[in-house]
């Protein structure tokens, strides 16, 4: 299955990383997760990231001790820090 871009179905969509900035689930402060897994679209100019990569950081941000991460971590450190649970229980979609 060929990916199209989610905004203007273009197929001309290019696999990228780039910084997306995101706000802690208890909304102390934000951070800057660095080389993350992002789509681009040079003929509506959109640049996004997929619904399972951003639901993959939101598991990960709601599962884990975010005191202890600084304010710019890349996508592939943020994901091999230690989960306190093993699921987001809370989910139920």
Not at 26 to 52: H, K, L, N, V, W
Request: negative net charge; aromatic residues 10%; charged residues 30%.
């Amino acid at each position: 299955m060929k990916t199209v871009c989610e905004w203007c179905s273009s197929e001309n969509i290019e696999h990228i990383s780039g910084s997306v900035y995101w706000e802690l689930p208890d909304g102390t402060r934000a951070i800057e997760i660095s080389e993350t897994p992002t789509f681009s679209c040079p003929d509506c100019s959109m640049i996004y990231q997929s619904e399972a990569i951003v639901k993959e950081i939101e598991d990960q941000l709601f599962l884990i001790d975010c005191k202890k991460i600084d304010k710019v971590i890349t996508f592939e450190n943020l994901m091999e820090i230690p989960r306190l649970l093993k699921r987001n229980y809370f989910d139920f979609s």
